[in-house]
């Protein structure tokens, strides 16, 4: 076998990379663009990276051309050992220049996405997160007023659980009359949480 048929090999095996590399950039940007509308950075939802990979299938399901796009650029590359000596060395130079547009065009395709996930949500009053009653453990902690206050609040059903991840949960209230407001989002430990009920239908606390 040629020194240049091992580089194809070689050129060959470094697709599953550059293709699990795609996915995982298109759902990280997904997460990031998603959770920022909560106001959340991704370091403090913490989500596992297997999460990113799944995300990334999301979105190229919803723009079934962009997988098209890259097995168009892939079939290409790999025959570009027929082309003539000149039209291999143009494909060279400008390969690297697609990959990067192709992964930049994904990202921005993962904040549309996580922008119409987001206003669907919001449109309907965040119909994919339950509604929770969360009783807190007594303690100093909570014996100040306005600390009081939330512990009182969140035993009312009003907020919604986002998620609960890495030793928190992170609960947000749903202005359902002030349909533009962005969600707050609480992060309560949950050594700190007595009980916790997940209502099987949402409440309206408007």
């Not at 007595?194 to 606390?205: E, F, H, T, V, W």
Request: proline share 3%.
């Amino acid at each position: 076998m040629s020194q240049q048929d091992n580089l194809r090999w070689w050129e060959w095996l470094s697709l599953p990379a550059l293709t699990t590399g795609l996915i995982y950039v298109t759902g990280w940007g997904y997460a990031y663009n998603y959770f920022e509308y909560f106001n959340l950075g991704l370091l403090s939802v913490n989500i596992p990276g297997q999460y990113f990979i799944m995300y990334g299938f999301g979105v190229l399901r919803e723009h079934g051309w962009l997988p098209v796009a890259y097995l168009v650029i892939v079939a290409v590359w790999w025959a570009s050992g027929k082309y003539t000596q000149s039209l291999q060395s143009i494909i060279a130079i400008l390969m690297p220049i697609v990959i990067l547009l192709l992964f930049v065009g994904a990202y921005q395709l993962a904040s549309e996405s996580a922008k119409e996930d987001f206003l669907a949500q919001r449109d309907s009053h965040y119909a994919a997160y339950p509604s929770a009653k969360i009783w807190l453990k007594s303690g100093k902690e909570t014996e100040q007023t306005k600390l009081q206050a939330i512990a009182d609040s969140l035993s009312s059903g009003c907020y919604r659980l986002l998620l609960e991840n890495q030793g928190k949960a992170l609960l947000f209230y749903s202005h359902e009359d002030m349909h533009d407001v962005q969600p707050t989002v609480l992060h309560i430990p949950t050594g700190q949480i007595r009980a916790m009920q997940i209502l099987s239908q949402r409440k309206n606390c408007s």
